[in-house]
């Protein structure tokens, strides 16, 4: 029997139409969900059909870029369904994934409402603070380098450009 996840949410209301589009999982970027709503309470059900938490923070350093550029990928394919960043959250925690892949096919998120209604480019830049570790060089770098370009710009593809480089970079480090 699978497992499945729940979680309750009170004080805080997702509109219709989201519901129906999360439920319909018409993105296809969420873990699949029921929504049952009672007196302004929210249960959230999650099917995990074979998805599991993705420990981000352990992942070598090319596949953390590859999953962060995959994040930002995410992102817009909710925009064009209708889910903008600013309705859910973005966190290590919330990263499943099938087969211990990351693809389009094989990463998904747990959707849980953002009550903070933060922009992607601050909840993506906190998560890669939080995935990236500064002891490792490659990551380091990458850091280093993101934190120069945000004094320039808050341009969120010029990040992701930046991460796509620091993974072909890293890809190409481990085939010599």
Not at 45 to 63: D, I, V, W
Not at 94 to 117: A, E, Q
Not at 161 to 173: F, K, T, V, Y
């Amino acid at each position: 029997m699978e497992e499945r996840l729940s979680r309750r949410i009170v004080g805080h209301s997702i509109p219709e139409y989201m519901i129906e589009i999360l439920i319909q999982d018409y993105a296809g970027t969420f873990l699949r969900m029921v929504v049952s709503r009672n007196a302004g309470v929210y249960d959230l059900s999650y099917e995990q059909n074979g998805y599991r938490r993705c420990m981000a923070q352990r992942l070598p350093s090319g596949e953390k870029f590859c999953l962060l550029e995959l994040l930002y990928d995410i992102n817009e394919e909710n925009e064009n369904h209708l889910i903008p960043a600013e309705r859910y959250m973005l966190e290590p925690e919330l990263i499943y994934w099938k087969d211990h892949r990351i693809s389009r096919k094989t990463v998904r998120l747990l959707f849980y409402p953002d009550v903070k209604g933060e922009p992607f480019l601050r909840k993506w830049l906190i998560l890669i603070e939080k995935i990236l570790n500064p002891g490792v060089p490659e990551e380091k770098g990458l850091l280093e380098q993101m934190r120069y370009l945000l004094q320039k710009s808050n341009d969120p593809e010029k990040l992701r450009d930046l991460i796509q480089a620091a993974r072909i970079r890293c890809e190409g480090s481990a085939e010599e």
